[in-house]
């Protein structure tokens, strides 16, 4: 599985190349990129996620997560960053070392992003924009995560309702001006859809705290 790339949020992106070595821990590296994030005035929208392999998405390193990487990993990077309650939420794909092995999910991905992006517009339906990222990704051979989606961004508020999927057959809407959206293209060499792990949490305040205009 590998995961598409969407300044402070599209900044700290994956962080630093040199992180992704093998034997690297990866709880050190989800704490560096949230460092980073604080370290450019912003405050991280929600952990870090570092998701390997089969993991598609949604891994955060527990405290007591030991795991290190080892050559050949594929690393699936979702950073968030927020000021002032104003989201940016972007992912991207790397790969543990140099094999290779998965350049071409890598590719499929960048270019369903970029296949995305180039839909969104003010009234644009959210089929099109999905059909688009779901083309881009089959011309690599391989397929788009189905029940993994893209979603609307509201101040304080991460996923705000709407899902853009990855595939045809979405919400029967249309984009409306000044509404922003994360485009979050997955591919994989297997069939297409993801089991749910183990659940883990993350404290959240029931209320938002004082907003500023």
């Given amino acids: ?10 900044g700290p992106g994956a962080g630093r190349p040199g992180w992704y070595v093998p034997g690297a821990s990866r709880r050190a590296v989800a704490e560096a990129i949230e460092d980073l994030i604080r370290s450019r005035g912003a405050a991280p929208a929600f952990p870090a996620n570092l998701s390997r392999n089969q993991e598609a998405a949604h891994y955060t390193p527990s405290p007591d997560d030991e795991a290190r990487f080892v ?6 990077v979702d950073v968030g960053a927020h000021l002032d309650g104003r989201i940016a939420d972007t992912a991207t794909t790397v790969e543990v070392g140099s094999t290779h092995r998965y350049d071409h999910l890598i590719r499929a991905v960048h270019e369903a992003v970029r296949a995305g992006i180039s839909r969104i517009r003010a009234d644009v339906p959210v089929e099109e924009i999905s059909a688009a990222i779901e083309e881009a990704i089959h011309r690599r051979g391989v397929k788009p995560v189905a029940n993994l989606t893209g979603h609307t961004i509201e101040r304080y508020l991460l996923h705000a309702g709407t899902s853009i999927p990855n595939v045809r057959g979405g919400p029967a809407r249309t984009l409306r001006e000044g509404e922003i959206v994360a485009i979050e293209p997955f591919a994989t060499n297997g069939r297409g859809l993801i089991e749910n792990g183990p659940f883990g949490h993350i404290v959240r305040f029931r209320r938002p705290p004082h907003r500023t205009s």
């Fill in 1 to 10: 599985l590998a995961a598409g790339r969407s300044d402070i949020g599209r």
């Fill in 71 to 76: 050559e050949g990993d594929l690393v699936k």
